[in-house]
């Protein structure tokens, strides 16, 4: 009887395993997917869109890995990277709302005879 349940307590240590490291997997093709977005455009939206899904797909994987390794201090680390990747979200929005801007404004005085 004990024999069983060491058995079976093997084998779900092992699919928690497999279905760890297959999750990693497909969030790492994730991110390059959302990179490829990144870099390809074909707008700036389209761009600030798949860097803050690349930061959330981080995140994700960081969590999984704190799951996987059992080590607490990867929470704390996924946190501080959700607000520096919040943060950076923020500020490329800012600066491509500015940029909008200025060239709207530009069009405008060139329309105005």
Known sequence: M???VELAAAVLEKARYTVFVGALLLLGFFVVC??????????????????????TLVMVI?????????EGYL??????YAMISFLSV?????VYMGVYQE????EEKKDVP
Do not use: H, Q, W
Not at 90 to 94: D, G, I, Q, S, W
């Open 34 to 55: 959302c990179f490829i977005r990144a870099v390809k455009g074909p707008r700036v939206a389209d761009r600030i869109v798949a860097v803050n899904m690349i930061g």
């Open 2 to 4: 004990t024999v069983t």
């Open 90 to 94: 923020v500020v490329l929005t800012k």
């Open 103 to 106: 060239k709207r404004e530009k």
């Open 75 to 80: 929470v704390d680390i996924c946190i501080i």
């Open 62 to 70: 960081i969590a999984i890995l704190a799951l996987l390794l059992e």
